[in-house]
């Protein structure tokens, strides 16, 4: 693999720049954890004050060793930190971890020194890591750029999992975890400041690297909209797991906006929104990071939802059956033809889902097999969980539980079982070896399926679809503030229904725009100055004879004038009053990092309290936009309730989708967009009311 990372990460050849005799120092410890792990390249301490340092021949300065030194490590203090990136550009060094800190972190003078050095890496070609960071290793290669104590956390032999972290002490701390808990990692790096080289292309890298399948990432925070993005879409094509912790928030570049969406788009949300698009499993906790990661090793992922319980406690099949509800999985029930040959095995055995087969299988352990290999033959289940409490680790019932499941194992290959058990690690290797991966607590067995579920599903679905194309006459987002009518004229121009309407000057002309709808009106104030209508009382419902209208108009043009003087009015809409149908909204925030954002939620309160909304990154396809439509909570609401027809949801879908293109496509023109409410009815969907903010008037 060609990777611009490749001499960092693989380097056959390293400088260490402010090396010292001493291993527990800074300067030291990369030293002595090559030599005591196994690195086979070239080392060049560099320290003018030593002759020798840990056993090798010392150099006075970085202009004394061969040039072209695939990596250097630079651990000296911050004031020569800038004269010793310059000599090792010059001299050909093609990367450089920086472990010196007192940058961008501690002044504004720091700051000024960071992105001299950034310069000096991006002007020559030379990649750097940090500064401000704890390294970088690679197990398997024996090379420890790293100042932790790397040969006290190794564990376990180089594995699949590659780990980055833009915290160093919490990449040390995620390491040393996972290697307890029996995850395997190869690379590992902390990108600190990330003055040049970020968390996004270490990402990149290990999507591409053949000896990383599974990836771990923290971060705090993300510059690079574009890059992270492409790393991610890399690792769900390669499908490679991205397991990760975003943690910390920012500002959203919308405070005081004029309308919900910004008021409800933190910058949480727009990860949040990111995440869900390119598939990632965001882990709120280290055990959780570590847990997903584990399971993830044995490389089997359910295509579906529905789940297979199989417990030796009927209380502990309640927790788990609950725990399916929360993280999203299908306990459906076994057919009943099953169930009853279940019972006839044991019967006082509970044969739903999830099945008992109770403590009567410490008596035969043979039932405990013939109980699973009948779910198993006549039920269609994605994957099964195995609780047996301390049972498989007892003297008792060791041999015989691992001969059930060894022949379970045999007669079913591609099943994926996970098993919850209290159990000694040689036992639980035991397991392992069968390819079913143990967990202690069984309700976070459940959410340890519920993830590799999630990805099953991610790598099945594949690529998604292409945002819609644009009308060609599709109308450009506005530079001004613009009043309610032009601001869905400019939707409808892109393929978004609107509402009947038209602008007005008169309460005559409002007269002929109600006989020509024939049928009840809405008449709103039209003034890009009034952005809330409703707070001057500027909209009003349901008139449909000649008086209300007429005095409708009036009392609109009175009621604006009165609120707001200087305000520009551009007359009055008339527009349908449109019944029935379940009250959406549509939106469109503008992070400062990730760009346009697209917001759906349905109206009224789920809303305005309940802030059950979702967001995605625009641009993206219907099918997209559906699974974005079902992530909210009250998404039952649209399949009809109370004799409801159910919604339809494709014209919901595909509003969404052009919507997001639209945002796309003007994204340095649009603030926000509020369509609040976007009305779905049993055929079709409409927008009642529309605002567009450009940025200039923001």
């Not at 055990?287 to 359910?302: I, L, S």
């Not at 009840?520 to 890009?528: E, L, N, Q, T």
Request: negative net charge; hydrophobic residues 45%.
């Amino acid at each position: 693999m060609t990777h611009p990372l490749e001499p960092m990460l693989r380097p056959n050849s390293v400088a260490i720049i402010g090396a010292s005799d001493t291993e527990s120092r800074i300067g030291g410890r990369p030293i002595h954890s090559m030599k005591t792990l196994g690195f086979a390249g070239d080392i060049y301490p560099i320290n003018p004050k030593r002759e020798t340092i840990q056993g090798l021949p010392a150099f006075a300065s970085i202009k004394d060793v061969p040039r072209g030194i695939d990596c250097a490590v630079i651990a000296v203090p911050a004031k020569v930190a800038v004269d010793v990136v310059r000599d090792c550009a010059d001299h050909g060094v093609k990367s450089a971890v920086m472990f010196t800190s007192g940058f961008a972190e501690l002044s504004d003078d720091g700051a000024k020194a960071q992105a001299e050095i950034t310069g000096i890496a991006r002007e020559s070609g030379m990649r750097l890591i940090g500064p401000n960071c704890l390294g970088v290793f690679n197990v398997q290669h024996g090379w420890y750029g790293t100042f932790t104590n790397a040969p006290g956390m190794l564990r376990l032999p180089h594995g699949p999992v590659g780990i980055v972290s833009q915290s160093g002490a919490y990449g040390a701390h995620v390491f040393m975890v996972s290697q307890m808990r029996g995850v395997a990692s190869n690379y590992w790096v902390t990108t600190g400041n990330e003055s040049d080289v970020d968390v996004a292309e270490v990402i990149e890298y290990y999507a591409q690297a053949p000896d990383v399948k599974i990836i771990l990432a923290y971060a705090e925070g993300m510059k690079d909209a574009d890059r992270v993005c492409r790393a991610l879409e890399m690792a769900r094509d390669a499908e490679k797991p991205v397991i990760f912790m975003k943690v910390g928030s920012t500002d959203v570049g919308a405070q005081a906006a004029a309308s919900h969406t910004a008021s409800l788009a933190g910058s949480d949300a727009i990860y949040d929104a990111m995440f869900k698009q390119y598939g990632v499993y965001r882990a709120e906790t280290t055990e959780e990071f570590v847990d997903v990661a584990y399971g993830c090793q044995f490389g089997r992922y359910p295509q579906g939802r529905k789940i297979d319980l199989q417990t030796i406690s009927g209380g502990v099949g309640v927790q788990m059956a609950d725990a399916t509800v929360k993280y999203g999985l299908d306990a459906v029930p076994l057919p009943i033809s099953t169930q009853k040959k279940l019972k006839e095995l044991i019967p006082f055995a509970g044969v739903t889902n999830p099945v008992d087969f109770t403590a009567q299988a410490l008596n035969d352990p043979s039932l405990m097999e013939a109980n699973i290999s009948l779910t198993i033959d006549e039920a269609d289940f994605d994957s099964h969980i195995v609780y047996l409490a301390s049972i498989p680790a007892s003297p008792f019932t060791r041999s015989s539980c691992k001969q059930i499941f060894e022949n379970i194992r045999a007669k079913y290959p591609d099943e994926i079982i996970l098993m919850s058990m209290v159990a000694p690690e040689d036992v639980i290797k035991e397991y392992e070896a069968l390819n079913i991966p143990s967990y202690e607590d069984p309700s976070l067995t459940v959410r340890a399926m519920a993830a590799l579920t999630h990805f099953g599903e991610v790598f099945a679905r594949g690529r998604p679809d292409a945002p819609p194309a644009l009308p060609a006459d599709a109308r450009a987002a506005p530079t001004e503030p613009v009043a309610e009518h032009e601001a869905k004229a400019i939707l409808k121009s892109v393929g978004i229904p609107v509402t009947r309407e038209e602008l007005v000057q008169s309460a005559e002309d409002a007269v002929k725009v109600w006989r020509e709808i024939g049928g009840a009106v809405v008449m709103k104030i039209a003034s890009p100055d009034i952005l809330h209508k409703t707070e001057i009382g500027g909209v009003l419902l349901k008139l449909n004879n000649e008086a209300e209208v007429l005095e409708g108009f009036d009392t609109l043009i009175t009621r604006a004038k009165s609120a707001k003087p200087d305000a520009k009015i551009d007359g009055v809409i008339v527009a349908e009053m449109v019944t029935g149908g379940v009250e959406t909204v549509m939106g469109v925030v503008c992070d400062p990092v990730f760009g346009p954002a697209v917001m759906f939620g349905l109206g009224g309160v789920f809303v305005e309290v309940l802030k059950d909304v979702t967001f995605r990154l625009a641009p993206f396809g219907v099918d997209e936009a559906h699974r974005m439509i079902n992530e909210i909570q009250g998404r039952a609401m649209l399949d009809g309730v109370r004799g409801a027809p159910p919604s339809d949801i494709d014209a919901l879908a595909d509003a969404l989708a052009r919507l997001s293109v639209f945002a796309a496509e003007n994204v340095d023109t649009i603030e926000t967009i509020d369509v609040n409410p976007f009305i779905v009815m049993s055929d079709g969907a409409i927008a009642v009311d529309a605002l567009i903010v450009p940025k200039e008037a923001s």
